[in-house]
């Protein structure tokens, strides 16, 4: 299995990227997108990875599984991925040159913006959830107009506007919109592998106590009266990586947004995640990003 990766958004509101055949954003971003050269580097590998911000795919063609939180999805066009912050998700892929999407990145501050000026767009995010599908399968009419938007968005981009311009806030704003609203959508898609209510509520489990030192594999499969080693198996069929390696992926997606934001030391970051002590920490941190926590510091401090 590769190896997972945290993927952050870099001192952008919201970051674009057209990947397409008729659009060669690889070269065309890389000014626009201060993380656009790493999100090429790494995207051919598509690897199991987090975001600490929201992720929007717009699935155009080609032959692609996408992963999410323990479920499935067989994409087609016309549907929508929505990953929330800190989701591990990863693409399947068979042919790379076939695999046409358009990715939009959206900081947790712009989305907030967003929902806190329209009370309608909060209901219909709240919705979304409840319905316990990250992809959404839009109409036909739906799924033209939010090309229409982002067609727009990559246009002005081309033309070199920044994304803190109004317009392109607002474009993208109605392109969520659209997305997120109920009426835009046909039935969801069915997973291809069904979640049962028990694998759901471990994974509720696991994130209201991510932060608790004692989240530990033999606690987790106690709570839930199973036996330590079929939980382990259990676990690791659903969500494709092992109980510990996602507990410590999202402790540590969730390390590095308190790093950027850079308002306790690194030790209390440590603790305040849940790992036992500061060493621990830090090399779990070195082996997944392949750098040290107080270099990642110094990066957003600069």
């Known amino acids: 299995m590769k190896q997972s990766i945290h ?3 870099v001192n952008q509101d919201f970051e674009f990227y057209n990947f397409s055949t008729k659009n060669q954003s690889y070269d065309l971003l890389k000014k626009y997108n201060e993380s656009a050269e790493k999100l090429y580097q790494l995207d051919p590998l598509f690897r199991l990875h987090t975001h600490d ?42 042919n790379i040159d076939h695999y046409e999407r358009i990715i939009i990145n959206i900081s ?28 959404l399968h839009l109409n036909a009419a739906s799924f033209q107009e939010i090309i229409s938007f982002l067609h727009e968005i990559t246009n002005r981009i081309k033309n070199g506007e920044k994304s803190f ?16 609203n109920p009426e835009s959508r046909l ?43 079929y939980f382990s198996h259990y676990f690791k069929k659903h969500m494709n990586l092992p109980f510990y390696r996602y507990v410590s992926l999202k402790r540590l997606s969730f390390a590095v947004t308190m790093i950027k934001q850079n308002q ?3 030790e209390e970051i440590a603790l305040k995640c849940g790992f036992p002590d500061y060493s621990s920490f830090y090399r779990l941190f070195k082996k997944e990003y392949n750098l040290s926590p107080k270099n990642l510091q110094k990066v957003y401090k600069n």
């Open 53 to 94: 911000c929201f992720e929007i795919l717009v699935f155009l063609s080609g032959d692609c599984e996408f992963f999410c939180e323990g479920k499935t999805y067989t994409l087609r066009r016309g549907d929508v991925v929505v990953v929330p912050p800190y989701a591990v998700h990863q693409a399947t892929v068979k």
């Open 264 to 266: 306790i030391s690194i």
């Open 187 to 229: 039935p969801n898609l069915r997973n291809k592998d069904e979640q049962d209510e028990r694998f759901l509520s471990i994974l509720e489990y696991i994130e209201l106590h991510l932060t608790q030192s004692d989240l530990s594999l033999d606690n987790v499969s106690s709570h839930f009266h199973l036996n330590k080693y």
């Open 108 to 135: 947790k501050r712009l989305m907030a913006d967003f929902v806190s000026s329209s009370p309608s767009l909060n209901e219909n995010i709240v919705h979304q959830k409840t319905q316990g599908s990250y992809v």
């Open 7 to 9: 993927i952050p958004v």
């Open 165 to 180: 311009s109004f317009t392109l806030q607002y474009l993208l704003f109605q392109t969520l919109q659209v997305i997120l």
